[in-house]
């Protein structure tokens, strides 16, 4: 069982984000949790180009402060929304055999769902804390909108096992396999 934390830096993390608060403090509880039960905390991070802020180097590229890796936890860097495309997660979770995987962090209509998705078809068991992703407005729907539509229609009994953040935690707690 890992704790994968997804695109949590310093250029996504904003008061636009649909309940922002309560998403970084159910993301420090998760963190918290895991490392206090010896699970593993993995962090990807979205390089989206030179012409952006959100690429090595620059400050918003950042981990967000409060979720700051410690030493010898994993980082891989993506470029795409998915974080199993060429960036070593795949090989690496494979070569540990971890087969159930806790994703938290944003976007959730971009990366969020695509690590869902992605992870469900390579073989993942996928546990969704549902406090602990967010979105912001965009064309078509409100934050609140996008948040509720993947995590209460699309996800649940389709791709992943969504659950409450203290429902997380007991099964970090006690590494329930499911």
Known sequence: MVLLIVDAQEALINESLYQCAAFVENVCKLIYAARASDVEVIYVMHDDGPESGMTKGKTGFNIYKKFLPEQGEQVFIKYVNSPFKETGLLSYLNSKCHKDIIVAGLNTDKCINATVICGFEHGFNIIVPIEANTTEDNAYMSGSQSWRYYNKFMWPRR???????????????????L
């Open 159 to 177: 791709y992943a096992l969504c659950v409450t953040v203290n429902e997380a935690i007991k099964i970090i707690k006690y590494k329930k396999q």
